[in-house]
């Protein structure tokens, strides 16, 4: 699971231009890692068959 340091954290949430009170980055660092693994998915090269839109069945070595 990814981990974040505050430091991290605050830069980011500055760097984005967000005004959060405490109760919101607390619950938005808590969800970070979620964040974290879904970017790293979205960024990896995939085959038209990975679009589940647009197919009806596919398999794990679609998705590869």
């Not at 981990?3 to 949430?13: G, K, P, R, S």
């Not at 984005?16 to 974290?36: H, R, S, T, V």
Request: glycine share 6%; no cysteine; net charge negative.
């Amino acid at each position: 699971m990814a981990e974040i340091t505050d430091e991290a954290f605050e830069f980011l949430i500055a760097r984005a231009g967000l005004d959060l009170n405490d109760e919101q980055k607390a619950e938005l660092k808590g969800i970070y890692a979620g964040i974290a693994t879904m970017a790293d998915r979205v960024r990896k090269p995939r085959g038209r068959m990975a679009e589940p839109a647009h197919v009806y069945d596919f398999t794990e070595e679609d998705l590869a």
